[in-house]
């Protein structure tokens, strides 16, 4: 059974502190991995996409792969009330189809 | 440009009837996948379309079917509705088959009496 997994939540944060959301995959197979957001009661709208070991940036947001560890992160810096959502992990099978985790609610407290 | 649309928002039905939703990909995308999202759970992957082709299918019962037309659109059908059946329905394109990047559409909301 190909599974992602993700810590539900909530996870608090301060504002303008760091937030660290942790994926773990099992599909040794899996070569491409995504970050999705969803605000309550919205579409999942894409975030970050990383293929490669190592880290990706993009603006306020880190995207982090270890695949020997079969482990994606992400960062989001200078936290905001607007980052308050939950973040899907996903990631890309063989058949390249997403399997998703079931997501880390985030709450950024002003 | 217009984004993924989905018709209807919202829909109650009753044990036993059928059900069509629709979607529409944003122009130039050709792929569109359907998943399932019931609350506090990611979405589960129902159906993928390329090129009106089916590409890929998610672990749920032939009640369960799709169809892409030959304008990319596509309709997902449910019969025998069952309360279990009660979820947000989304549907998501892409540029291409093969392709983690998706868009998704507002979603369905899908209530079974």
């Known amino acids: 059974q190909k599974e992602v997994e993700q810590n539900s939540g909530p996870l608090s944060v301060p504002e303008g502190a760091i937030a660290s959301l942790n994926c773990t995959y099992s599909?040794?197979?899996?070569?491409?991995f995504f970050w999705y957001r969803q605000y309550s009661g919205k579409s999942p709208e894409l975030i970050m996409s990383i293929y490669s070991n190592g880290d990706k940036e993009d603006g306020r947001f880190t995207a982090q792969l270890n695949k020997a560890s079969q482990y994606v992160s992400l960062l989001i810096r200078d936290s905001q009330p607007s980052d308050s959502a939950t973040y899907l992990c996903?990631?890309?099978?063989?058949?390249?189809?997403?399997?998703w985790g079931a997501g880390t609610k985030l709450i950024i407290k002003p | 440009d217009a984004g993924v649309t989905q018709s209807p928002t919202h829909l109650i039905k009753t044990r036993g009837q059928q059900v069509t939703l629709r979607c529409s990909p944003i122009s130039g995308h050709k792929s569109v996948s359907w998943y399932q999202q019931v609350l506090g759970q990611g979405p589960q992957f129902i159906f993928q379309?390329?090129?009106?082709?089916?590409?890929g299918r998610g672990n749920f019962p032939d009640r369960f079917s799709a169809r892409q037309f030959p304008n990319y659109s596509s309709e997902l059908n449910v019969n025998a509705l069952l309360l279990g059946d009660s979820a947000l329905y989304l549907c998501?394109?892409?540029?291409?088959?093969?392709?983690?990047?998706?868009?998704f559409g507002p979603g369905t909301r899908l209530t079974v009496l």
């Open positions: 379309y390329y090129e009106k082709e089916e590409r």
């Open positions: 599909d040794r197979g899996s070569q491409s």
């Open positions: 998501a394109s892409s540029l291409a088959d093969a392709v983690g990047e998706q868009f």
């Open positions: 996903a990631a890309m099978d063989s058949n390249y189809q997403l399997i």
